[in-house]
């Protein structure tokens, strides 16, 4: 069969690329849909059990650090469009150790544009599109909302790899004429959430009635999207964001961390018939993270206006989705939970 685009998803096996590969593969049988990953820790191909075998779906598994391998696949697949999310994800884990953060993140991603330039040469009507976070504008006050004007302040390991490789994005934009486009979304949720994360952290615990660790006080803000409909603002600006352009993604969904963890035990109280306020028992204030950005929230008035695209469900409804899910998956939760995971838990939060 012809298709009329090739596109290489990278990082797809991970959480919020496996409901991007999932969405592109169901929704456009037009387009060959090649998903690039490595399989780290947080890269799991039974996320993608219920696309494996369609038509349209590839898999390599590579890393973006090897341009020898990135080469050998656009050839191979002739590559036409790239949406890239691989990446290594988790704040507490680039404060630990950010050199990982900083070869996949920043170099990894520069490989990828190599890969595109020499693919593409200045031959028009591609897309590089470029995958970010709300993290690389630094951290709010109480007032204000980033928009995409707000500059640049990133201020983890993470944030900083992020920022650096939006920069490198540019960049290739500006001086090379690379296709690209780019969004920076606030925090995600949903199923195929690896639990080291907030959400499916404090869910796996109050499943196995174990300790919620809250960082500090419990008063740091996320602005929280249900993954699908970040899926859904990729899908959008890949097909028709303006070329090097970037485009904020969110649901202006602010919620301090202690509201919510208190909101998904009263929610699991309720699921899993315990008493209520059976499960908030298991709060435990914890030693505050480093350099702990106080607040993130999101205009996403350019995404809206000039595309469209709006969040599809409340937060309310996207959580008890999620935490449906987990109860009806616990085999998928003790398989990511099993092996290395346990070293990773007992250290953060064990001490040990
Ligand atoms: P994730 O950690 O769940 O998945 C990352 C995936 O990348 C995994 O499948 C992993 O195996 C793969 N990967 C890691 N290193 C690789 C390498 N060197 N080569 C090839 N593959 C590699 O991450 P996620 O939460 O799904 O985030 C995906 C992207 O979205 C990231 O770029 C992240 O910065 C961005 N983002 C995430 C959020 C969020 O709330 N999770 C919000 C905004 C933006
Ligand atoms: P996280 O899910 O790691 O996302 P990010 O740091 O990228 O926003 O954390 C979300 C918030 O929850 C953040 O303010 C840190 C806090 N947090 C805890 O209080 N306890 C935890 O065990 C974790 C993982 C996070």
């Known amino acids: 069969m012809e298709f009329s685009k090739h596109i290489l998803i990278t990082g797809g ?30 890269g799991n191909l039974e996320n993608l059990s219920d696309v494996a075998d369609a038509p349209n779906y590839r898999f390599e598994k590579a890393d973006i650090c090897d341009p020898a391998a990135l080469k050998a696949i656009f050839e191979k697949h002739q590559i036409t469009d790239v949406i890239h999310l691989a990446a290594e994800s988790h704040v507490d884990r680039s404060i630990e150790g950010p050199m990982e953060f900083v070869l996949t993140n920043v170099v990894g991603t520069v490989n990828l544009l190599e890969a595109a330039r020499a693919a593409w040469q200045n031959e028009a009507g591609h897309v590089f599109h470029h995958v970010s976070t709300d993290e690389v504008y630094g951290s709010l006050g109480e007032e204000g909302l980033f928009t995409e004007q707000t500059a640049y302040d990133p201020r983890s390991p993470y944030s900083a790899s992020k920022a650096s490789s939006d920069h490198f994005v540019r960049a290739y934009f500006h001086t090379y004429g690379l296709p690209v486009k780019m969004s920076n979304c606030s925090n995600n949720y949903g199923s195929h959430h690896f639990p080291e994360k907030l959400i499916p952290l404090m869910i796996h615990n109050i499943v196995n009635e174990k300790p919620l660790p809250v960082y500090g006080k419990g008063d740091n803000i996320r602005d929280w ?7 859904s603002a990729i899908d959008t600006i890949f097909h028709n964001g303006r070329l090097g352009e970037s485009y904020n ?6 919620w301090t961390n202690i509201e919510l963890v208190r909101f998904l035990c009263s ?8 008493a209520s306020g059976s499960s908030e028992q298991l709060i435990t204030y914890v030693t505050d993270r480093a350099g702990h950005d106080k607040r993130y929230a999101i205009d996403a008035t350019k995404l809206e206006t000039e595309l469209g695209w709006k969040p599809s469900i409340t937060f309310e409804e996207g959580l008890e989705r999620t935490v449906d899910w987990y109860l009806a998956n616990q085999a998928w939760v003790e398989k990511v939970t099993s092996g290395a995971y346990q070293d990773y838990y007992n250290h953060m939060y064990l001490g040990r």
């Open 13 to 42: 096996a991970g959480f919020i690329g496996s409901h991007l590969v999932r969405r592109m593969v169901r929704n456009y049988p037009s387009y060959l849909i090649v998903n690039l990953d490595k399989l780290t820790y947080a």
């Open 225 to 231: 999207l249900w993954v699908e409909d970040h899926a």
């Open 267 to 274: 929610l699991l109280d309720r699921k899993l018939g315990r």
């Open 249 to 254: 993604v969110g649901g202006l969904n602010e």
